[in-house]
């Protein structure tokens, strides 16, 4: 049991990173303001928020994984096959960004509206 706390250990720390790094926030900040501009901040609201950013620490984790491993890999199954196969990382990364731009397509979040808030708040 002790190893597999040991193993687990890393990661944790890894996401923590990420959760606490000042993009990861940055992002959520924003988020949740263009949810309160519009007047959708409410708790349901607020949870899909939660979910887009989960799905950013799943991204940003298939990122380092690439950047370390590569695109591709390499594989020996031990029955005297082996080889190079894509990295499954690539393939989460690109299911996490879908999920992603589906969160912001679905609470109306996009380069518009932010761009006209903006704006607005130079304005005044």
């Known amino acids: 049991m002790a190893n597999k706390k040991k193993m687990k ?23 949740l303001a263009q949810l309160n501009k519009t ?3 409410t ?18 984790l298939c990122r380092k994984n690439i950047a370390e491993y590569g ?3 390499e594989y020996n199954n031990g029955g005297g096959q082996s080889g190079t196969t894509d990295n499954p990382a690539l393939e989460k990364q690109i299911k996490a960004s879908t999920q ?17 808030g903006e ?3 130079d304005e005044l």
């Open 119 to 121: 704006a607005d708040n």
């Open 39 to 41: 007047g959708a901040g």
């Open 100 to 116: 992603m731009l589906k969160i912001l397509n679905y609470l109306k979040i996009s380069v518009q509206q932010i761009v006209v």
């Open 71 to 73: 695109v591709t890999i």
């Open 9 to 31: 250990e890393p990661m944790l720390e890894e996401v923590e990173a990420i959760v606490n790094s000042a993009v990861y926030k940055k992002i959520k900040k924003d988020l």
């Open 43 to 60: 708790p349901i609201f607020v949870d899909m928020v939660e979910q887009y950013m989960s799905l950013y620490v799943t991204k940003e």
